[in-house]
């Protein structure tokens, strides 16, 4: 027979303070989420300025600062296909006060380098900001007038030469799912940016490279370029004529340079909330929209389901693409 466990008065009066000071922790911390923010924001790009990453993250923390009550500190953190940026935030204190301008090299870097410094899982979906589109681009002078001439061309000859901004950039991605899905024949030439891609076919140094809307546009337009598609799932507002990769039958080429926003793991979920509509209202802004689209960035929005529900097809449609195309780290 089991003797009943005796609790005597200092027992009970323990268990109550414990059970006091629980509960004004928790209510502390509601408190605290509530309030938030009562200090300047952090909000780490892990790309250098002037990207469409950087420019889709300082026009969003602008606008989102003034519906939040608070300056949004932008802060350049390049290196590393933006490991560097994102082990930043990965190790911050989950409070509110740190974020991180996520994109897609973010998804796939942990598919492709070894020895990351942080986890996917430490970091978690908040909201997303907005698309640019990638353009296949090509001299001016080139004889091919889009990306059906082109792929027919490369598979006809020994191939062409594709500048991209080194492994696992969108410009890899792109090059991956011609190569892959549809036999274009692409030996990749990897420089360290998109601007060095740029300059190799302006140059003829290669023959082709993709890049950002926001980035080709001024060579489009002042001529010194071609584009021969853009590879995302709607028109560029401010370059309409451009026809998509699929329009022009290649449904699987559906890749962009996009930007989110991502959160420390263990954030409590009334700051995510309240940064996600935050942003989400700053893309519906008439003046954001009208910037955004006018430089060819598309804003996107939404809540912080749908974002999860874009990052987590995001990692399974590149995760596809690294396994076709072995992708490792240089």
């Known amino acids: 027979m ?21 509960a004004a922790a928790l209510s502390a911390g509601t408190a605290g989420a509530q309030e938030w923010p009562t200090k300047p924001i952090r909000l ?16 969003a923390a602008e606008t989102a600062a003034k519906t939040l009550g608070q300056p949004i500190i932008v802060d350049n953190k390049p290196g590393a296909g933006a490991s560097i940026g994102a082990d930043i935030v990965a190790k911050s ?47 001016a002078d080139s004889p091919y007038k889009d990306l ?8 006809a000859g020994p191939g062409f030469h594709w500048a991209t901004a080194g492994t696992g950039s969108t410009p890899h991605f792109v090059q991956g799912v011609l190569q892959t899905r549809y036999g274009a024949k692409l030996d990749v030439v990897p420089y360290k ?30 001529g010194k370029l071609k584009a021969l598609a853009n590879t995302w799932t709607t028109h560029i507002a401010a370059y309409p004529a451009l026809a998509t990769a699929a329009e022009q039958g290649f ?15 263990g954030t409590p979920d009334a700051i995510l909330d309240k940064m996600n509509s935050a942003i989400d209202a700053a893309m519906k802004t008439p003046a954001v929209i009208d910037r955004l689209k006018s430089s060819g960035i598309e804003p996107v929005g939404g809540t912080r389901a749908s974002f999860a529900e874009f990052v987590k097809a995001e990692r399974t449609r590149l995760g596809a693409i690294v396994k076709a195309t072995g992708m490792k780290e240089d």
């Open 148 to 155: 059906k001439d082109f792929i027919a061309a490369s598979k």
């Open 251 to 265: 449904p699987e080429l559906r890749i962009a340079h996009w930007a989110g926003i991502h959160a420390p793991r």
């Open 44 to 59: 780490v790009v892990p790309f250098s300025a002037g990207g469409a990453n950087d420019i889709m993250a300082r026009l």
């Open 193 to 222: 940016s998109g601007s060095e891609s740029i300059t190799a076919v302006l140059g003829h140094q290669v023959d082709a490279t993709s890049e950002a809307s926001n980035v080709a546009l001024p060579y489009l337009k002042s």
């Open 93 to 139: 204190a989950p409070d509110g006060y740190t974020f991180l301008v996520s994109a897609a090299g973010v998804i796939s870097n942990g598919m492709i380098k070894k020895g990351l410094p942080y986890k996917d899982e430490d970091l978690v979906p908040v909201a997303m900001i907005g698309v640019a589109p990638s353009v296949i681009l090509v001299p």
């Open 2 to 22: 089991t003797t009943p466990r005796m609790t005597t008065p200092r027992m009970t009066t323990r268990r109550i303070a414990l059970a006091a000071a629980l």
